[in-house]
């Protein structure tokens, strides 16, 4: 008796062992598949004999099966079903099973046909048992899905309503459905759009639309929602957040459509909205082709490639292939983080980044001459007014004469394109940073008078976000709880987003130049007391703001050209030109007093 137990082990151990060998060479899908065609043919048997299985001659039916399931092997590794070509149960899997069971079928069908009655198999067995294995198949592949993704819902996210059934949507929320570590459960869709109005995506339905906004939080109790439009206005975003807030429930927003284009087949980012959203976002479109004309195969080379302004030039120039960048900046620092941003890794061991100083006229010559490049983006400039206003010969030496070293090393080499990046506060200037920056202007229109290249400027307002700009020191300051100081009530800026400026700054290089400045279109400008007011309302904190009054050579309001120039239309609707005058670099001398105590006049 003990001796029978151990036989029945040991016949049950090398059995375990056979299969579990089986499965690892070729696979559990594929022995699952095998499976199922024998039990098809023998299922399609029994339909054929109406239930009277004592007509089914098994060893020609198992002979059968075990035939297709070979065949089926051969031809699924042939076309990919084995080798983990698919993602399990989606479209292009069940198309491939689809033609696989197709082709199987139809060549063993004629085989039976001519040769199947001699071993007591019926013409029809194939064609019946096809179908049932396709249906089996399919539905183990889809349950095999399903129980895949209840397994990995996330355990401890906030639930959360997706705001937009679109595309991207699509790809969001089985992102975050399919992830046990994420920080958002999909319960429930929202969306304004009719032919939405009974989508389901992953499992997850339509809930109603903005309207029902209130009933489906309190139905679903969602405590986020998810703005899944990536291209959405400063003016929807207020309106959901207006709504969100009053019900306690958080607005989660995605990056900007170039950020999510860039990132490729990474997981979409979502982030907190932020005050830069309920300001300053643009649905902005640029002219990819066109750009890409501009910077592909191109050495392109940018100046203040570690601020704010130019690390992101970096980021969206990388994307359209330069045949070089060249990162060139005096601040080690930033030109850590513009490589990290763009290439991954802050070694600053390439020789592509380049610490320098753009006042240092012979360097700048020399770098000029070994990079030869044919695209430069000019983004170098001293920026803050109360410290120019206090020191005007280093806006002097940065902004008039780093601009000119740039422009003549430029000329010698032949640059293609030069962009140099302005301000709105060069229109009608009224402090030294505003003069330094409408002389470079100037100088740019002068180096392009010739043809011999396309040079010009872009103008435009506040960035959102950029270092030392309003909003972050605002955000420090209400960090620590301190008191807001504001100039005056009554002051308004124009703001944009980094990447939607430096978009459009692309997309102005585009443009035939003539010496122009081109004007980004800003929107309309926004009271920095509002900003403010807005900023502490979102922090739920208690926090005081002071008036300070405006400070020396800075406006109440700021415009982006003056009342003598005259904008004209360029080919794209958010950019205007404004042709420029010339200023010769023989008049600099001259100018140099005028410009230092205040008296220089345009």
């Given at each position: 008796?003990?001796?029978?137990?151990?036989?029945?082990?040991?016949?049950?151990?090398?059995?375990?062992?056979?299969?579990?060998?089986?499965?690892?060479?070729?696979?559990?899908?594929?022995?699952?598949?095998?499976?199922?065609?024998?039990?098809?043919?023998?299922?399609?048997?029994?339909?054929?004999?109406?239930?009277?299985?004592?007509?089914?001659?098994?060893?020609?039916?198992?002979?059968?099966?075990?035939?297709?399931?070979?065949?089926?092997?051969?031809?699924?590794?042939?076309?990919?079903?084995?080798?983990?070509?698919?993602?399990?149960?989606?479209?292009?899997?069940?198309?491939?099973l689809l033609v696989s069971t197709g082709i199987l079928t139809g060549f063993a069908s004629v085989f039976v046909y001519l040769f199947g009655p001699a071993w007591g198999?019926?013409?029809?067995?194939?064609?019946?048992?096809?179908?049932?294995?396709?249906?089996?198949?399919?539905?183990?592949?889809?349950?095999?899905?399903?129980?895949?993704?209840?397994?990995?819902?996330?355990?401890?996210?906030?639930?959360?309503?997706?705001?937009?059934?679109?595309?991207?949507?699509?790809?969001?929320?089985?992102?975050?459905?399919?992830?046990?570590?994420?920080?958002?459960?999909?319960?429930?869709?929202?969306?304004?759009?009719?032919?939405?109005?009974?989508?389901?995506?992953?499992?997850?339905?339509?809930?109603?639309?903005?309207?029902?906004?209130?009933?489906?939080?309190?139905?679903?109790?969602?405590?986020?929602?998810?703005?899944?439009?990536?291209?959405?206005?400063?003016?929807?975003?207020?309106?959901?957040?207006?709504?969100?807030?009053?019900?306690?429930?958080?607005?989660?927003?995605?990056?900007?459509?170039?950020?999510?284009?860039?990132?490729?087949?990474?997981?979409?980012?979502?982030?907190?909205?932020?005050?830069?959203?309920?300001?300053?976002?643009?649905?902005?479109?640029?002219?990819?082709?066109?750009?890409?004309?501009?910077?592909?195969?191109?050495?392109?080379?940018?100046?203040?490639?570690?601020?704010?302004?130019?690390?992101?030039?970096?980021?969206?120039?990388?994307?359209?292939?330069?045949?070089?960048?060249?990162?060139?900046?005096?601040?080690?620092?930033?030109?850590?983080?513009?490589?990290?941003?763009?290439?991954?890794?802050?070694?600053?061991?390439?020789?592509?980044?380049?610490?320098?100083?753009?006042?240092?006229?012979?360097?700048?010559?020399?770098?000029?001459?070994?990079?030869?490049?044919?695209?430069?983006?000019?983004?170098?400039?001293?920026?803050?007014?109360?410290?120019?206003?206090?020191?005007?010969?280093?806006?002097?030496?940065?902004?008039?004469?780093?601009?000119?070293?740039?422009?003549?090393?430029?000329?010698?080499?032949?640059?293609?394109?030069?962009?140099?990046?302005?301000?709105?506060?060069?229109?009608?200037?009224?402090?030294?940073?505003?003069?330094?920056?409408?002389?470079?202007?100037?100088?740019?229109?002068?180096?392009?008078?010739?043809?011999?290249?396309?040079?010009?400027?872009?103008?435009?307002?506040?960035?959102?976000?950029?270092?030392?700009?309003?909003?972050?020191?605002?955000?420090?300051?209400?960090?620590?709880?301190?008191?807001?100081?504001?100039?005056?009530?009554?002051?308004?800026?124009?703001?944009?987003?980094?990447?939607?400026?430096?978009?459009?700054?692309?997309?102005?290089?585009?443009?035939?130049?003539?010496?122009?400045?081109?004007?980004?279109?800003?929107?309309?400008?926004?009271?920095?007391?509002?900003?403010?007011?807005?900023?502490?309302?979102?922090?739920?904190?208690?926090?005081?703001?002071?008036?300070?009054?405006?400070?020396?050579?800075?406006?109440?309001?700021?415009?982006?050209?003056?009342?003598?120039?005259?904008?004209?239309?360029?080919?794209?609707?958010?950019?205007?030109?404004?042709?420029?005058?010339?200023?010769?670099?023989?008049?600099?001398?001259?100018?140099?007093?005028?410009?230092?105590?205040?008296?220089?006049?345009?």
């Amino acid at each position: 008796m003990a001796r029978t137990k151990l036989r029945i082990l040991n016949v049950r151990g090398v059995s375990l062992r056979f299969i579990t060998w089986l499965r690892q060479k070729v696979g559990g899908q594929a022995l699952l598949d095998g499976g199922t065609w024998v039990l098809a043919v023998f299922l399609s048997g029994v339909l054929r004999y109406e239930f009277v299985v004592t007509s089914i001659t098994p060893d020609a039916f198992l002979t059968l099966g075990l035939t297709l399931a070979l065949l089926g092997f051969v031809l699924g590794k042939i076309i990919g079903l084995y080798r983990s070509r698919y993602l399990p149960a989606t479209f292009e899997e069940l198309l491939a099973l689809l033609v696989s069971t197709g082709i199987l079928t139809g060549f063993a069908s004629v085989f039976v046909y001519l040769f199947g009655p001699a071993w007591g198999i019926p013409r029809s067995i194939v064609l019946i048992a096809g179908p049932l294995f396709l249906l089996a198949s399919g539905g183990s592949r889809a349950w095999r899905r399903f129980t895949r993704q209840r397994s990995r819902l996330p355990l401890s996210g906030k639930r959360s309503l997706i705001y937009g059934a679109g595309q991207l949507s699509e790809v969001l929320v089985p992102q975050l459905l399919n992830d046990p570590q994420s920080p958002f459960l999909p319960v429930g869709l929202i969306d304004d759009d009719p032919s939405r109005a009974h989508r389901w995506i992953a499992g997850v339905k339509m809930k109603g639309t903005f309207a029902d906004f209130a009933s489906v939080v309190a139905q679903t109790g969602a405590q986020a929602v998810i703005v899944s439009i990536p291209q959405a206005t400063s003016e929807t975003l207020t309106r959901i957040n207006a709504v969100a807030m009053a019900l306690g429930v958080e607005v989660v927003i995605l990056p900007s459509f170039s950020e999510i284009v860039s990132r490729n087949r990474d997981p979409i980012p979502l982030r907190k909205l932020g005050i830069e959203d309920l300001i300053g976002r643009r649905a902005v479109v640029i002219d990819s082709p066109e750009v890409s004309s501009l910077i592909s195969g191109k050495t392109v080379l940018v100046t203040g490639a570690g601020g704010s302004i130019g690390s992101e030039l970096c980021r969206q120039v990388s994307r359209y292939q330069p045949g070089r960048l060249i990162f060139l900046d005096r601040d080690e620092t930033g030109l850590q983080h513009a490589q990290l941003l763009t290439q991954g890794n802050g070694l600053l061991d390439s020789a592509d980044i380049v610490l320098s100083d753009i006042r240092d006229t012979d360097e700048v010559a020399r770098i000029f001459e070994r990079f030869r490049p044919e695209t430069v983006f000019h983004a170098a400039a001293l920026k803050h007014l109360p410290m120019l206003e206090k020191f005007p010969g280093e806006a002097w030496k940065t902004n008039v004469e780093g601009t000119l070293n740039l422009l003549e090393a430029s000329r010698r080499v032949k640059v293609e394109t030069f962009v140099n990046i302005s301000t709105d506060k060069a229109a009608d200037p009224s402090s030294v940073l505003g003069r330094s920056k409408r002389l470079a202007e100037e100088l740019t229109a002068w180096a392009g008078r010739d043809g011999s290249g396309k040079y010009l400027s872009v103008r435009f307002g506040n960035v959102l976000g950029s270092r030392g700009s309003l909003v972050p020191t605002l955000s420090y300051l209400i960090d620590k709880g301190e008191v807001l100081t504001i100039t005056d009530p009554e002051a308004t800026r124009y703001f944009m987003t980094i990447s939607e400026a430096c978009q459009l700054v692309l997309q102005a290089g585009t443009e035939d130049s003539d010496s122009s400045i081109f004007v980004l279109d800003m929107g309309t400008p926004v009271r920095v007391m509002d900003i403010a007011n807005r900023m502490i309302e979102m922090s739920g904190k208690k926090i005081d703001i002071r008036v300070t009054g405006l400070r020396p050579g800075e406006k109440l309001h700021e415009v982006l050209f003056s009342g003598h120039e005259s904008l004209e239309p360029s080919s794209h609707s958010l950019i205007g030109r404004l042709r420029s005058a010339h200023r010769s670099p023989k008049e600099l001398g001259k100018l140099y007093p005028l410009f230092m105590n205040g008296s220089m006049t345009f």
